[in-house]
């Protein structure tokens, strides 16, 4: 327990600590006019409060990765929590922020158009089809997933009719303006969120329930490989690309830059805590790694985890608001994740999207392509995700550093977890069985290998980053 509550605390200091020098970094500007007040439209460019602009954003990104994955990620042992923390703290915050604040810089630009401007052209195909593709498997994960345990509370109603009307959901809240259904909407679903968070949390201390304490040693029972593995499967409580797709949705609505901060560094670390109170509840509720290895074999997999842990530490009232909180995460990232793509697909082909008609023209075809990607096995399109989403945040990373380059400011916040996830992401897909299922003796050494020469070349590139146009914003 020594172990959980230092996280706990090591990442609110994070916030207060780590977060204010990131702020100070960037170089805020108080007095600057936010493209929610210079482009205000009634549909995307609406200003909203602090609080409200907080609420989604963490709903936005907080979707099945920091419960789910963090489930999952507990079968490495309490290695987990320190990847939850530093993570989250020295990557996936900064990761938010960065793409969050150079989004509000440029107009609230989605992340395609930000690469394309600060890493050149040729990178914005490449990040285009990593950003489409991980939106709509986000879109598609993120209903499978709570229709599943909809389906365990109703039975009556089965996981197929809960998929359509999850779907049918997704589909008003892309289309309509963001202040019609989101914005209402996810007050209550905050409130649900942070009943579950609390719940589980409190339930762990006022139990006794007993939290292994941090050990580096590799306690998989299965012997899976903890590097990179760890690092793919807690993506959202460390670090998701997915995010850097949310956060120009809420850069459209922020009313002053020293907002960032709470909205988009603060965000994040309040996921970490939510995967964090998962991963100490999934490791000690059934008695040790092996137990919770047992119960993820059921045909259930994570979502019985959540059911039974919910149910049984928080009693049948508080299992099924805690269930539905769960439920609540995914859905409330799978619909701006269509949002997202939206945005997305009109920046690439140049759509207007005030007019109703013309986000018809996308709506329509994307959900198609949705409905016919949900058929297809959970557990394969979440290893999809998963590699796609931890790429696509070092992608992101690396515009982060070049943009602070550009503008003479520490750009080593951003390089140092750039590099870390470049190693990542490509050990990952050259050993996983869904990528080119080479031994960890070949993929090891290429990982390493690969993240030094994107660290050597950027470093090589850093003058004729400099020398470039610089971008919309007022000197500091």
Request: glycine content about 10%.
């Amino acid at each position: 327990m020594v172990s959980f509550i230092g996280s706990i605390i090591l990442l609110l200091l994070g916030y207060f600590i780590y977060g204010s020098f990131v702020e100070r970094v960037f170089g805020i500007d108080p007095e600057r006019k936010t493209p929610a007040y210079a482009l205000q439209d009634g549909v995307d460019y609406v200003p909203l409060s602090q609080t409200k602009s907080a609420l989604i954003q963490l709903l936005n990104i907080a979707g099945l990765g920091p419960i789910y994955g963090a489930i999952q990620g507990a079968m490495w042992g309490p290695a987990a929590f320190l990847w939850i923390v530093f993570g989250g703290i020295f990557a996936g915050a900064v990761h938010d922020y960065l793409s969050g604040m150079i989004s509000l810089r440029n107009d609230g630009t989605n992340v395609p158009v930000l690469v394309s401007k600060y890493l050149g052209e040729k990178a914005r195909l490449v990040v285009n089809i990593f950003t489409l593709l991980l939106l709509v498997l986000v879109g598609v994960v993120f209903v499978t997933g709570p229709a599943g345990l909809l389906a365990m509370l109703t039975p009556g109603i089965s996981k197929q009719a809960w998929v359509l009307i999850i779907f049918a959901y997704y589909f008003l809240a892309t289309l309509l303006p963001i202040d019609k259904i989101i914005g209402r909407v996810y007050p209550i679903f905050g409130a649900i969120l942070l009943i579950m968070a609390a719940g589980i949390g409190g339930a762990l201390f006022m139990q006794g329930y007993k939290v292994p304490e941090i050990t580096f040693q590799n306690l998989h029972p299965g012997g899976a490989p903890l590097w990179p593995l760890l690092f793919i499967t807690i993506a959202c409580g460390a670090i998701s690309g997915f995010h850097s797709t949310q956060s120009p949705i809420i850069s459209r609505c922020l009313k002053n830059e020293k907002e960032g901060k709470f909205v988009f560094y603060g965000m994040m670390i309040a996921e970490s805590l939510i995967a964090l109170i998962w991963a100490a509840a999934a490791m000690s509720f059934y008695g040790g790694i092996p137990g919770l290895g047992e119960a993820l074999s059921n045909p259930a997999g994570p979502s019985g985890v959540v059911k039974e842990v919910a149910m049984t530490m928080l009693g049948t009232i508080g299992g099924v608001l805690a269930i539905l909180g769960v439920v609540v995460l995914p859905i409330t990232s799978g619909d701006t994740a269509f949002r997202a793509a939206r945005y997305t697909i009109a920046e690439w082909f140049k759509i207007e999207q005030k007019s109703l008609t013309d986000r018809y023209k996308i709506c329509i075809p994307l959900f198609v392509v949705g409905i016919i990607l949900s058929q297809i096995d959970f557990n394969i399109l979440w290893r999809y995700f998963a590699w796609a989403n931890q790429t696509l945040a070092m992608m992101v990373l690396w515009m982060g550093a070049a943009y602070l380059v550009r503008h003479n400011k520490n750009y080593w916040i951003a390089v140092v977890p750039a590099t870390f996830m470049t190693a990542v992401s490509v050990t990952y897909i050259l050993q996983a069985q869904e990528g080119f299922k080479l031994p960890i003796t070949i993929s090891y050494p290429a990982g390493i290998i690969a993240a030094i020469i994107a660290f050597i070349y950027f470093n090589f590139h850093i003058q004729k980053i400099k020398n470039q146009p610089s971008a919309n914003i007022t000197p500091n």
